[in-house]
T-cell receptor, first 110, second 111 residues
Framework: DADVTQTPRNRITKTGKRIMLECSQT?????MYWYRQDPGLGLRLIYY???????NKGEISDGYSVSRQAQAKFSLSLESAIPNQTALYFC?????????FGDGTRLSIL | TQLLEQSPQFLSIQEGENLTVYCNSS?????LQWYRQEPGEGPVLLVT?????EVKKLKRLTFQFGDARKDSSLHITAAQPGDTGLYLC???????????FGEGTQLTVNP
């Protein structure tokens, strides 16, 4: 089983819809992150959490929200999706000096 | 926001050639990481460098952290088609908190 699992892997939806991307991890790490990847821009940090009660905004948090339901679960929500949120989304964990990324969710908003 | 600039953005070479990818910033990082990403997958951590001037080797890959901890390079010797992928550098400004990524270098090694 993968260390970091993201669901769904692909999603196509319409403008204005609410969408939730889910992430679960088996590494036992306290720190979890959500990044988005766009061509030519690398990965940009949306939100991060250092433990269950800690949530922090990253550099591009507008239009997104997160929930840390448990140490192993960190979900990302788009309350009202817009086309420029079309991107590849990655969840990551870090601990013991090592980082692990999920395989991503490809999100398309029409 | 601390920026990391990678160069070149695209690199296409023949099998057996050597190459170097650069990652530069005007900011100091406590550590710098290199990742490799293949289509449909997440980035996979290759190495972390933490000391200015540090050099690490991973088979045919050599990673160097600049003395001032503002830049890094990745050198691949005798590239192989299996080295094809997107190489990303990422810096941690405050030790274990969050990563800032470069734009990536798309490497294609032709047989």
């Amino acid at each position: 089983d993968a260390d970091v699992t993201q669901t769904p892997r692909n999603r196509i939806t319409k403008t204005g819809k609410r969408i939730m991307l889910e992430c679960s991890q088996t590494k036992g790490h306290d720190r979890m992150y959500w990044y988005r990847q766009d061509p030519g821009l690398g990965l940009r940090l949306i939100y991060y959490s250092f433990d269950v009660k800690d949530i922090n905004k990253g550099e591009i948090s507008d239009g997104y929200s997160v929930s840390r339901q448990a140490q192993a679960k960190f979900s990302l929500s788009l309350e009202s999706a817009i086309p420029n949120q079309t991107a590849l989304y990655f969840c990551a964990t870090s601990g013991d000096g090592w980082w692990h990324f999920g395989d991503g969710t490809r999100l398309s908003i029409l | 926001t601390q920026l990391l600039e990678q160069s070149p953005q695209f690199l296409s070479i023949q099998e057996g050639e050597n190459l170097t990818v650069y990652c530069n910033s005007s900011s100091v990082f406590s550590s710098l990481q290199w990742y490799r990403q293949e289509p449909g997958e997440g980035p996979v951590l290759l190495v972390t460098v933490v000391t200015g001037g540090e050099v690490k080797k991973l088979k045919r890959l050599t990673f160097q952290f600049g003395d001032a901890r503002k830049d890094s390079s990745l050198h691949i010797t005798a590239a192989q088609p299996g080295d094809t992928g997107l190489y990303l550098c990422a810096g941690d400004p405050t030790s274990g908190s969050r990563l800032t990524f470069g734009e990536g270098t798309q490497l294609t090694v032709n047989p």
